[in-house]
């Protein structure tokens, strides 16, 4: 009859060793995911920060690449509106902005060329303008002369007349 309670207090044994066994098996699992979870945090809070550095470092980046061909498109369109024109314009950037004032460039080029082609013609019509004057002036004298002869003759036909009139009288 000893030999069943032996057996019985040997199995509760056994259970409170498995018991206690698990136990700190848990214990450890706990303490070991808990320094993982620590280092998991740690570094994502190390990634989120290294992300915002490079985020405003690309941002500062972008913002400088971006703002300096867009000042020297501002400052070539504001010369243009001025009247500055054949001024050189050095494109030292490629796609939107560098075909941008590639187009101020070509812009500033014709504007250029076109002021100095009125010019030109403004010149010319003025040398016209004298050309014609100078016509004129010359009309005005044979007119001129031609009513003085007019008036002579004239004159000289009244003459005739009263001479005419003189002989028959």
Same mark, same amino acid.
């Given at each position: 009859?000893? $030999?069943? =309670?032996? %057996? /019985?207090?040997?199995?509760?044994?056994?259970?409170? !060793?498995?018991?206690?066994?698990?136990?700190?098996?848990?214990?450890?699992?706990?303490?070991?995911?808990?320094?993982?979870?620590?280092?998991?945090?740690? @570094?994502? *809070?190390?990634?989120? *920060?290294?992300?915002?550095?490079?985020?405003?470092?690309? *941002?500062?980046?972008?913002?400088?690449? #971006?703002?300096? =061909?867009?000042? !020297?498109?501002?400052?070539?369109?504001?010369? #243009?509106? !001025?009247? !500055?024109? $054949?001024? =050189?314009?050095?494109?030292?950037?490629?796609?939107? /902005?560098?075909?941008?004032?590639?187009?101020?460039?070509?812009?500033?080029?014709?504007? %250029?060329?076109?002021?100095?082609?009125?010019?030109?013609?403004?010149?010319?019509? +003025?040398?016209? @303008?004298?050309?014609?004057?100078? #016509?004129?002036?010359?009309? %005005?004298?044979?007119?001129?002369?031609?009513? *003085?002869? %007019?008036?002579?003759?004239?004159?000289? +036909?009244?003459?005739?007349? #009263?001479?005419?009139?003189?002989?028959?009288?």
């Amino acid at each position: 009859g000893q $030999g069943l =309670p032996l %057996s /019985f207090i040997q199995f509760i044994e056994l259970i409170d !060793k498995a018991i206690n066994d698990n136990a700190a098996q848990a214990e450890a699992a706990v303490k070991e995911s808990s320094g993982i979870t620590k280092t998991i945090l740690v @570094m994502a *809070a190390l990634l989120i *920060a290294a992300g915002i550095l490079f985020s405003l470092v690309i *941002a500062t980046l972008l913002t400088r690449g #971006v703002k300096k =061909p867009l000042d !020297k498109a501002l400052h070539t369109a504001a010369d #243009v509106s !001025k009247g !500055k024109l $054949g001024q =050189p314009i050095v494109v030292d950037t490629q796609g939107e /902005f560098g075909r941008a004032i590639d187009a101020l460039n070509l812009m500033d080029e014709k504007l %250029s060329t076109t002021a100095e082609e009125g010019s030109r013609q403004a010149g010319e019509v +003025g040398a016209s @303008m004298q050309e014609v004057i100078s #016509v004129i002036n010359r009309m %005005s004298d044979i007119i001129g002369e031609i009513a *003085a002869t %007019s008036d002579k003759r004239s004159r000289g +036909g009244e003459q005739i007349h #009263v001479a005419i009139n003189q002989i028959d009288a």
